[in-house]
């Protein structure tokens, strides 16, 4: 089966994330399939279902010995379908490019990882391919994976437009909860407006971003950012409002942790605890995700880019991946995927000339590395 019959087949199976959109399908099918795919060629097969409906699939071709091993990670969740532009399930091509929900992100680098290592044979060392749930929300299905499986070097084939991609951001989510006190509006001095008071603190955090952006730079990625995502408060329109919760995201860049970036939010508060009467907050930390940084001298890194033929392009991305799951579990890895656009757009597509040329890439580089 060619890289782009498998796509269109992976395209068709819907594989909505249900964390994102309530009663979205989940990953049961696309498993299904996947895994009959592997069985068929001869691969072991592991599925992973910690949580009912959002498995992963694990398929190892083991090598004859002595040999380094390599995983390919993919993730085969979607965003939503609802305003996709046409029908998100059918593929089309046209104009050499393949549409569809998921062509771009990520279901052609998955096709073209399982059919890299369905090609790739002789092998001494083993071949790994872990087609993930859940990367989209949580990331369950890598972090379950890791519990089982591990390699030497490990490819996440997210798409990079077949350009190198050595680190990306961090984030942390975070909740800040400042408190009023409740009081009939015609009574101001028995109240105090939490909403008002909040609006101190979105002034200090716009301050707080400026501060980041003119600070360090990483050499690929810049500069962390914060911003408010949400934001919610009040009872009525007669009422001094007791609480006002806002939303924050702060994205990270190698060198911060997510205890770093709790410790500049405290100090915010704690600045307006001392300068703004009545101010008073609480602050919840929520996920986080490390950010990403690559060994550019990693065995994984110069065998791909041997690979390539043609001097590589290194980038940054400013999104979060899987990748920074391998990094730290101790395992080499990189980015590499195929060109396209769209991800959770309205319209998504991908370059079917990438992505033949990304299965040839990962068959060269799985040979090479594994051999």
Request: net charge negative.
């Amino acid at each position: 089966m060619t890289p782009r019959d498998l796509l269109a087949r992976l395209v068709s199976l819907d594989s909505v994330n249900p964390d994102l959109v309530p009663g979205g399908a989940g990953e049961r099918e696309i498993a299904d399939f996947c895994s009959g795919w592997f069985a068929a060629r001869g691969f072991e097969v592991h599925r992973l279902e910690r949580r009912p409906g959002r498995p992963s699939v694990v398929a190892v071709r083991q090598g004859s010995g002595g040999g380094k091993s390599l995983m390919l990670n993919g993730h085969v969740d979607t965003v939503g379908l609802a305003g996709y532009d046409g029908d998100a399930l059918r593929p089309e091509i046209r104009d050499g490019k393949m549409f569809g929900r998921g062509t771009f992100d990520m279901k052609g680098g998955v096709a073209a990882m399982m059919v890299a290592a369905a090609n790739a044979t002789n092998l001494r060392g083993d071949v790994i391919v872990a087609c993930v749930a859940d990367e989209e929300h949580g990331s369950s299905g890598t972090a379950e994976v890791l519990e089982r499986f591990t390699a030497d070097a490990a490819i996440v084939t997210e798409p990079s437009h077949l350009e190198v991609t050595l680190a990306h951001k961090g984030f942390v989510w975070f909740d800040v909860e400042v408190e009023g006190r409740a009081a009939h509006g015609s009574r101001p001095e028995l109240g105090v407006d939490a909403i008002a008071k909040a609006g101190h603190f979105l002034v200090a955090l716009e301050r707080l971003g400026h501060d980041l952006a003119a600070g360090p730079r990483h050499p690929l990625l810049g500069t962390g950012t914060v911003h408010a995502s949400l934001i919610g408060g009040g009872e009525e329109a007669s009422t001094y409002p007791s609480r006002c919760r806002i939303t924050l995201e702060r994205r990270t860049v190698p060198g911060e942790t997510p205890q770093h970036a709790e410790d500049e939010l405290r100090a915010v508060l704690a600045h307006l605890g001392d300068t703004v009467p009545d101010f008073r907050a609480t602050l919840t930390r929520g996920l986080a995700r490390d950010p990403f940084e690559a060994d550019p001298g990693a065995e994984v890194v110069r065998t791909l880019v041997a690979n390539l033929g043609e001097p590589p392009v290194i980038r940054a991305e400013p999104f979060w991946t899987d990748c920074a799951l391998l990094a730290a579990a101790g395992i080499p890895c990189l980015l590499f995927g195929v060109d396209g656009a769209g991800a959770h757009a309205a319209t998504e597509h991908v370059d079917l000339a990438s992505l033949d040329r990304l299965t040839d890439v990962l068959t060269r580089t799985i040979t090479d590395f594994c051999g």
